[in-house]
């Protein structure tokens, strides 16, 4: 009976070692006051990948069909929240892509860590188009404070 109680135990360390190593976390996003009318939930995963960051969002629950844009921002003077900051957007950083049917968005991109080094969060915003042009204010946040990553 011990070494089946074993096994579980064993199997958690073995994925959490996995799930270290290059130094990925993901993040939850939280909704922002654009995105009060969706369902939306998902999540964002900077990878460090020597002087670059690879970042790829997964994102549920948007309006179908629909051109999004992301980016990474500062701090911003409006509020001690990060995703309430309203910091300027680091345009570098910008990754746009479109939702399916079902409002499903998935967002891949990579930038230098250079560009992104004074970053502390991560949103979301509507586009007006393929040219990813923010429409709204940030349906979807989190604080990502990209300094503090090895
Ligand atoms: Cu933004």
Do not use: R, W
């Not at 994925?15 to 995105?35: F, I, R, V, W």
């Not at 709204?136 to 989190?142: K, L």
Request: hydrophobic share 45%.
């Amino acid at each position: 009976m011990k070494t089946i109680l074993m096994l579980p135990a064993l199997a958690v360390a073995l994925s959490a070692c996995t799930m270290m190593s290059g130094d990925m976390k993901a993040y939850t996003l939280n909704k922002q006051p654009a995105g009060m009318a969706l369902s939306s939930s998902g999540t964002v995963t900077p990878k460090m990948d020597g002087t670059m960051v690879m970042t790829t969002a997964k994102v549920m629950g948007l309006a179908p069909s629909t051109y999004y844009v992301a980016h990474y921002h500062v701090m911003g003077t409006k509020s001690a929240d990060p995703c309430a900051s309203e910091g300027a957007p680091i345009m570098a950083s910008k990754i746009v892509g479109q939702t399916d049917a079902a409002g499903m968005l998935s967002l891949s991109g990579s930038v230098a860590k250079s560009e992104i080094m004074n970053a502390k969060y991560f949103n979301v915003h509507t586009a007006s188009g393929p040219d990813g042009t923010p429409a709204d204010a940030g349906v979807t946040c989190t604080a990502i404070d990209i300094a503090m990553m090895k």
